[in-house]
Every structure is written in structure tokens, then in C-alpha cells.
């Protein structure tokens, strides 16, 4: 299983259009993700509500989670979005 533990960058957290675009970027990854907040139970981080569910806030520290193969390479990129506070994912990362 592959996991990245990763502070959220966006100030205003996972909250509406942050979430909206961490939703497309995990969509468009093609493997099926995960991402919890704490204790919580890890949620499918392409469900809108799902991810809008966990309340995280800027500074929390996510965990994202794959078993998929490519899983890596997804994980790294969703990472670098989350993290840096992106307003999409550049096709180069």
C-alpha cells in the first residue's frame, strides 16, 4: 500500500473549490484513492462529499492511501497539490 502523509496548503482547508479541485486531480488520476484526516476513516477521495466531510483544515495533516498499481506516481502528484496550495495540477508533475 502506498501512503503519503501531507499538510494541507490551502489556507481555507478542503472547503469548496480547494476540495472541488483536489476531486478532479484524484478523478483524473485513475487509480482509486483514499484520504482520512486523523483518526477518521479513510474516505474515496474522488467523492466531493466524501472530502468535504473530513473538515480538514489549512495546516491539517492528511494521509492519502492506494493499493492500485501506479499508486506512487498518483500519490506524489495529489500530494504536491495538496501541500503547495495549488489551483490545478501542472501536467508536468
Do not use: C, Y
Not at 16 to 38: C, E, L, N, Q, Y
Not at 64 to 86: H, Q, W
Request: net charge negative; proline share 4%; hydrophobic share 45%.
Amino acid at each position: 500500500m502506498a501512503e503519503r502523509r501531507v499538510t494541507v496548503g490551502w489556507a481555507e482547508g478542503l472547503h469548496a473549490r480547494p476540495a472541488s479541485i483536489f476531486v478532479r486531480a484524484a478523478t483524473a488520476s485513475g487509480v482509486p484513492v483514499t484520504i482520512a484526516k486523523g483518526d477518521s476513516s479513510p474516505v474515496n477521495a474522488a467523492s466531493m462529499l466524501a472530502v468535504l466531510s473530513l473538515g480538514a483544515q489549512g495546516g491539517e495533516e492528511i494521509v492519502l492511501t492506494s493499493e492500485a498499481e501506479g499508486a506512487d506516481a498518483a500519490l506524489d502528484r495529489l500530494a504536491k497539490l495538496v501541500s503547495e496550495g495549488l489551483e490545478e495540477l501542472p501536467e508536468t508533475v
